[in-house]
């Protein structure tokens, strides 16, 4: 399985941005796709997942009602619409796969990884 995420880019807070991960490799039926971010001298934090079918989605309370995961089964490629955005967003966001295979919801941990893409957010 590889992801390939692309979208980061310098925005002003307040602003909009969308992230893609392309997904390739095998069919993701039973998968879970996660966003994930870390900033600066932190820890690497999650940030939202969605199941591949059913669309089941989990996000961190900090981005509720700011950003949305979404996916196009079609182009196997899921998305992090990134809206109303603030400094603290700041950060290198990576995209995950999952294989279904954990009980707990959200995953824990995540069998694929895609590289960084840098989300800048200017005062």
């Known amino acids: 399985v590889q992801l390939q995420a692309s979208g980061g880019g310098s925005v002003q807070a307040g602003g909009s941005l969308r992230l893609s991960c392309a997904a390739s490799?095998?069919?993701?039926?039973?998968?879970?796709m996660g966003w994930f971010r870390q900033a600066p001298g932190k820890e690497r934090e999650f940030v939202a997942a969605m199941t591949w079918i059913g669309g089941r989605t989990n996000y961190v309370t900090s981005v509720l009602g700011r950003f949305t995961i979404s996916r196009d089964t079609a182009k196997n490629t899921f998305y992090l619409q990134m809206n109303s955005l603030k400094p603290e967003d700041t950060a290198v966001y990576y995209c995950?796969?999952?294989?279904?295979?954990?009980?707990?919801?959200?995953?824990?941990?995540?069998?694929?990884w895609g590289q960084g893409t840098l989300v800048t957010v200017s005062s």
């Open positions: 995950a796969a999952e294989r279904g295979r954990r009980r707990e919801w959200p995953p824990e941990l995540y069998d694929y």
């Open positions: 490799g095998r069919t993701f039926s039973s998968y879970v």
